[in-house]
């Protein structure tokens, strides 16, 4: 993977309110984009809940529903390109 | 071997007959002296999920997308970094297989606590995966994967993915102790034509792997190495059933007209998320009845606002996009809970105010991505769609949202005396053929001789006419016929020639209603229709029907 040594300290955030519950397509989507992006960490924060994007079931523990209002925090190479992926996947009306 | 001839009776849920190779999927893990460390726990995992991708990929290539999301969503959670490690750390010590056990349970536990019911289900698939960890774990050489050629799936409860996971594979049939004909497995057989008997004696899952095992659901029987002339007749017929479905099946996707090019709209009745993810992968446009009471037919007093979210909010989520009527608590006839005596009915929902606010509310708020419209049951009288209407525009109003339509289900004939009346009051109307049908003909709905087909009775064929031409009068949108009527061989040229132009059917029935309405012919059945009504019963009826209309069915 390409990788400059201005990209890996970049960070990145964005605050999304979920359209509706944050189920496991979702969940499943975002594991699949840290996947992607190994070298790049994103964190979700719902109020007292905190979960790594990489994993499924800690995003689906968070038990965020409709209204919640998320913290998105990436950072690593392509943090930008990342976060907005990782927001619309929260904000996605449909799956 | 030795001879285990052994016949037991069940309930078959989901008809067909097959007979294969036994297979039992839950066997008990040994949690004896297995020498496993964190490095093979963390290639158990690895290996299941990559498994679990085949088969999602598998099935998505069959065309399955819901099915291959259900599955593939097991693969992300045995590829969960915190679950592998906490399995990892759990094996380190003297009994590594029930400590991974319980890693895994502790994960299934966290989500068992949500107060959101679809994320509980997913409680299920952590174990799912747990158990398929662990058998990979005590059998070594690749764990226990289902046999490569057909089988029977044998276990002691089923849920969905069991079943889900070798479609398109060996599996040709299936047989549980427990569960009955509403769980979700049962739903799933149904919906992709898998025999499926449930309540069979628990002797059966001492039988060895491997043992011939027959199953007829439509006899309710399990045979344990049935003879020769069983196993070549439920060959035959198997096959003959295999066949047709996969060509009830090749029409979804061809356009939604009858022979004659008018257009027709196809929906499913729906109680639970994985009825509306089947009825979309078989093509329903969307449903036209949504089931609300059925969860709660064991409550012991009415279902709050959070009870009501926690049952529809998986169920709309998975509609999210598409057309979705949802009918309001149908405690009535054979569905009284205990708290309530009968007869029930409406006129007992609408004497709870807070009740139907509580279920309006839900069905608003949860209801924002769906083309959702509101329907009242077992209507007799049009002033009681107003204090219904009160609600959902309160409810509208508090969300924030446009207030969705709000109709009534035509199924009693007290309904239909007043329909003009009625038509003026609401914003749609659907019929309830099952309810009017016994009604009219003073049946119970539980006796064994209300069948469908009597929704051909001529007394039963003028009220439905009368109903569709008082919505044309008043310029309702299209109505729709939900009841097995709509699904029937004899009843829906009569519904069509009635001028309906909508079925909301079972799941099950999608594939082929869409292949009977694609051959019928409109002005053939308004030709029928009109000579139906000068009849004197359901028998000359369904002659008629016979003698005139054919649809040749795969």
Redesign the interface.
């Given at each position: 993977m390409p990788q400059s040594s201005e990209d890996s300290d970049a960070l990145a955030e964005r605050v999304v309110v979920l359209?509706?519950?944050l189920?496991?397509?979702p969940?499943?989507q975002l594991?699949?984009l840290a996947?992607r992006h190994k070298e790049t960490t994103i964190q979700l924060v719902a109020g007292e809940k905190k979960a790594n994007a990489?994993?499924?079931?800690?995003v689906?523990?968070m038990?965020a529903?409709a209204g919640t209002e998320v913290t998105v925090t990436v950072t690593g190479p392509d943090a930008d390109a990342v976060a907005d992926e990782a927001a619309g996947i929260l904000t996605a009306?449909?799956? | 071997m030795t001879s285990v001839a052994h016949r037991w009776a069940g309930q078959g849920v989901a008809p067909g007959a097959a007979v294969a190779g036994s297979w039992r999927a839950d066997r008990p893990v040994p949690a004896g002296a297995v020498h496993i460390g964190p490095a093979e726990v963390e290639e158990a995992f690895a290996a299941v999920a990559a498994d679990l991708d085949r088969v999602a990929d598998r099935v998505r290539a069959q065309g399955r997308e819901a099915a291959a999301?259900i599955v593939?969503?097991g693969a992300?959670?045995a590829?969960?970094?915190?679950?592998v490690d906490s399995a990892k750390q759990a094996a380190g010590g003297d009994q590594p297989l029930p400590a991974v056990r319980e890693a895994v349970e502790s994960?299934a536990t966290?989500?068992d606590l949500?107060?959101?019911d679809?994320?509980r289900q997913?409680a299920a698939?952590?174990r799912q995966v747990g158990r398929r960890v662990l058998e990979r774990l005590a059998y070594p050489g690749g764990g226990r994967d289902a046999p490569a050629d057909r089988f029977v799936l044998v276990a002691a409860e089923l849920g969905p993915a069991d079943l889900i996971e070798h479609l398109g594979g060996g599996l040709v049939g299936a047989v549980a102790v427990r569960g009955g004909a509403n769980s979700h497995a049962a739903i799933v057989a149904r919906s992709v034509g898998l025999p499926l008997v449930m309540g069979v004696d628990p002797e059966v899952l001492d039988l060895p792997d491997a043992t011939d095992l027959l199953v007829d659901a439509d006899a309710g029987a399990v045979v344990a190495e049935p003879s020769p002339a069983e196993v070549a007749r439920t060959e035959v017929a198997s096959a003959r059933e295999v066949e047709r479905r996969g060509r009830l099946a090749a029409e979804r996707g061809l356009p939604h007209v009858t022979a004659d090019d008018q257009p027709f709209g196809l929906y499913a009745n729906v109680s639970s998320d994985v009825e509306v993810r089947l009825a979309l992968d078989s093509g329903a446009i969307g449903s036209g009845l949504v089931r609300t009471e059925l969860q709660f037919m064991e409550a012991d007093r009415w279902p709050s606002e959070a009870d009501h979210r926690r049952v529809l909010?998986?169920l709309l989520?998975e509609a999210?996009?598409r057309p979705v009527t949802v009918r309001l608590l149908d405690f009535a006839n054979d569905k009284i809970p205990p708290f309530l005596t009968p007869p029930a009915g409406l006129p007992v929902l609408l004497a709870n105010p807070s009740a139907v606010t509580a279920q309006v509310r839900a069905i608003v708020d949860l209801g924002r991505?769906v083309g959702l419209r509101i329907m009242v049951p077992m209507v007799s009288s049009p002033d009681q769609l107003a204090p219904v209407r009160a609600a959902v525009e309160a409810a509208a109003v508090s969300f924030g949202v446009p207030a969705p339509p709000v109709g009534a289900m035509v199924e009693t004939i007290a309904a239909v005396r007043e329909i003009e009346a009625l038509c003026q009051v609401v914003d749609f109307v659907s019929i309830g053929s099952n309810d009017l049908t016994s009604e009219v003909l003073d049946l119970n709905r539980v006796d064994p001789r209300a069948r469908t087909e009597l929704a051909a009775h001529p007394r039963v064929l003028s009220l439905i006419g009368r109903v569709v031409e008082a919505a044309v009068a008043a310029g309702l949108p299209p109505l729709t016929v939900c009841g097995d009527a709509g699904s029937h061989p004899t009843t829906l040229p009569l519904l069509l020639g009635a001028g309906v132009r909508s079925v909301s059917v079972a799941v099950a029935r999608i594939d082929e209603t869409r292949w009977r309405l694609r051959r019928l012919d409109t002005e053939q059945c308004r030709a029928l229709f009109t000579h139906a009504l000068r009849l004197g019963g359901a028998g000359e009826v369904a002659e008629l029907v016979d003698e005139r209309i054919e649809v040749t069915m795969p």
């Open positions: 359209p509706k519950a189920h496991a397509r969940a499943g594991a699949r996947g990489r994993g499924v079931l800690a689906m523990a038990g529903v009306a449909e799956g | 999301d593939a969503v992300l959670i590829a969960d970094p915190d679950l994960y966290v989500l949500l107060p959101d679809a994320l997913r698939d952590v909010a998986p989520a999210a996009g991505d």
